[in-house]
């Protein structure tokens, strides 16, 4: 229960691992949405004619989403990091 307390009061809940766990989760997650968004753009495509070079350009903003929320994830695992390192050091 401390540990929902904790999250929800923006006090560093995980650990080190707990994080690495996070991301990885996050990553999985960003893999299967972009898998599935992908296969549905070109499922209907290819019902209705269009090739893969007709519509590559238009799923430019698709990828840099994906890539910029990766990117503001991944800083912001890392700003949690320095946190929680700096947190046991001053605990020690």
Do not use: C
């Not at 599935?36 to 990828?63: E, K, N, T, Y």
């Amino acid at each position: 229960m401390e540990t929902i307390i904790n999250f929800f009061t923006l006090r560093p809940a995980f650990t080190i691992l707990g994080l690495k766990v996070v991301w990885y989760v996050y990553l999985l997650n960003v893999f299967v949405q972009l898998y599935v968004v992908i296969a549905g753009l070109s499922q209907a495509a290819a019902q209705r004619g269009f090739h893969l070079d007709l519509w590559s350009p238009a799923s430019i903003p698709l990828v840099l989403g994906a890539v910029a929320q990766l990117i503001l994830v991944r800083v912001l695992l890392e700003v949690a990091a320095v946190i929680i390192a700096g947190s046991r050091a001053t605990k020690s």
